[in-house]
């Protein structure tokens, strides 16, 4: 919450109806159970993802977006990522 604009600070958005706003604290969304427990592991103790598979996997995404998407991958360990909407607009 430390990089929310506080009430005494310019403001570079006109719209101020989105939440939270200072001094409202941020929203995080919870991983209930064993699932958020599989996703740390994964993507702390997971095999990792060569760039040549991340490559492979990455190969339909738009020019634009296809190292953003390598990158991802790698990181994440995910190659399913690769399919997402996101990389391919």
Do not use: M
Not at 13 to 35: L, M, S, W
Request: proline share 6%; net charge negative.
């Amino acid at each position: 919450e430390e990089w929310q604009v506080r009430s005494d600070e310019p403001k570079l958005f006109q719209d101020k109806t989105y939440v939270p706003q200072h001094p409202a604290r941020c929203i995080y969304d919870e991983i209930e159970g064993k699932e958020k427990s599989n996703i740390r592991r994964r993507l702390s103790l997971g095999d990792p993802i060569s760039p040549e598979a991340a490559a492979e996997a990455c190969a339909q995404a738009s020019d634009q977006k296809k190292t953003f998407c390598i990158q991802d991958v790698i990181a994440t360990g995910f190659l399913d990522l690769a399919s997402d909407g996101f990389y391919h607009s």
